[in-house]
Every structure is written in C-alpha cells, then in structure tokens.
C-alpha cells in the first residue's frame, strides 16, 4: 500500500473516523496524568521552587509550537510538489492548534521567567524568535481565510510556511546561537550530562507525549473539519449553477 494513498480524502476520512477517537482519549488522559504528576507529587526545586512546576506546561507547549510549524512544513511541501489536497488541509488545520500552543509558550514563559529573572519579557534571542513565530501563525491563518480560492490560499500560504520555518529554528537553537541569552539551555538534551533529575524528568516526558497526542487529535478533527467544509462548498456552488 502506498503512503499517498492516505491523500485520498475518502481514504483519509474513513482512517481518522476510526483513530480519532482513542487518540482524543490519550491525548486527555496522558497529559492530565503528565501534568498533575508534575505539579502536584513533585518537589520543589532548590532554586527555583515551586516555580520550576510551570515546565510541565511550558516544555511541551513550547515544543509542540515549533513542531506544528514543522508538520505544516511538511504538509506544505508535499501539497507544492504532489497537490494532495489533504496535505493542504492539514497544515491549515494544524495552524490553530501551533498558534495556541505558542501562545500558551508564551505566557506560561512569562509566568515562569518572572521570579527567575525579575521581569515578564526580556528581549531574549528565544523569546523574540518565539514572538516573531507567534505573528507567523497570526499571518499564516489571516491569510487563509483573506483569500476566497482555496488552491490559491494554499500556494501562498505554503511559501509563507516557508519563511516563517526559519524562525521555528530559531526559536529552537536560539540559546545555542547566542550564549548571553536569559534563557536556560535546554533541559532535556541528548548531549552528555545531567540536567534534570529523574524525580522531574519523567512527568515531562508523559506531558510531552500528552500534548502530542493533543496535536495529532486536533489536527485530525481540523483535517476533517476543512474536508466537510471544502465538500459542502463544492455542492453548494454545483447547486447554484445547475
């Protein structure tokens, strides 16, 4: 079977129907238990203390707005060289739910940011790459819903996903760029050494999957939300010139 079967809206369509479900159900379960284990049967941190539980927001929040830029990337890209419409669809489905995730990076960033460094914003390489990934999802939805001709909101919006992905790289490698940023490195690395302890480490981790889980269930509502809403169109417009 090839993958680019799966393009095929009725193909999509039937597949979703049947995985939508257990993923919704994952997607709460896994980050309530994420998220209640972090804030609740964690300890303090010794410098940062109670403060330090917003992570379990912030971290996956953060890297879940970096990763729906990717998806949408992707999706991008496959609807520029093949022109399945689905792929389309996705990418403007997952723009919501990264503009929210970004959003929520933001804010929870702020929370956190403020008793550590005595201020809500600091015009910090991450956090301006962050807030200038922010105005990209802005932009990215303004423009599809600004341009009646889907194809044509598709092409633009594909080019835009483009360039705003420099900023998703940004907002990812940013303290790795420039040292004197406020911002920590990040704490979850693959590089040698030891940045969290595993009392914290492991909340996160289910809180990371959990919002994964969030992204995937939301794309996949949104995807078919958009292929009702392009069909009914399609009927709608076949209607009134017959």
């Keep these: 079977m090839s993958l680019w079967e799966y393009a095929n809206p009725k193909r999509f369509m039937a597949i979703s129907g049947w995985v939508l479900p257990p993923v919704a159900l994952l997607a709460v379960g896994v980050t309530a238990v994420g998220v209640g284990w972090g804030f609740f049967f964690t300890p303090e941190d010794y410098r940062q203390g109670s403060s330090v539980k917003i992570m379990y927001l912030h971290v996956p929040a953060a890297m879940m707005a970096i990763n729906a830029w990717v998806m949408m990337l992707i999706a991008s890209l496959i609807w520029l060289v093949r022109r399945h419409h689905v792929s389309a669809l996705a990418a403007r489905a997952a723009a919501p739910a990264g503009l929210i995730f970004t959003l929520v990076a933001i804010v929870t960033g702020a929370l956190w ?3 550590i460094w005595g201020t809500w ?4 390489p991450r ?5 200038i990934l922010l105005l990209f999802y802005f932009g990215y939805v303004a423009l599809w819903e600004a341009i009646e001709n889907p194809d044509t909101a ?3 919006t594909a080019v835009l996903c483009l360039v705003g992905s420099v900023f998703a ?8 760029f420039w040292a004197q940023g406020l911002h920590q490195p990040a704490s979850l690395s693959v590089a040698p050494g030891e940045r969290m302890a595993m009392v914290f480490k492991l909340p996160l981790y289910v809180s990371m999957l959990g919002f994964g889980f969030m992204f995937l269930a939301l794309v996949l509502a949104g995807t078919r939300t958009e292929i009702r809403a392009r069909r009914l169109r399609v009927l709608l417009e076949r209607e009134r010139m017959g």
């Design 113 to 115: 940011g403020q008793p």
């Design 121 to 124: 914003w600091a015009w910090d």
């Design 127 to 131: 956090l301006t790459s962050f807030l």
């Design 154 to 156: 598709a092409d633009l």
């Design 169 to 176: 790289l940004l907002s990812r490698y940013a303290v790795n």
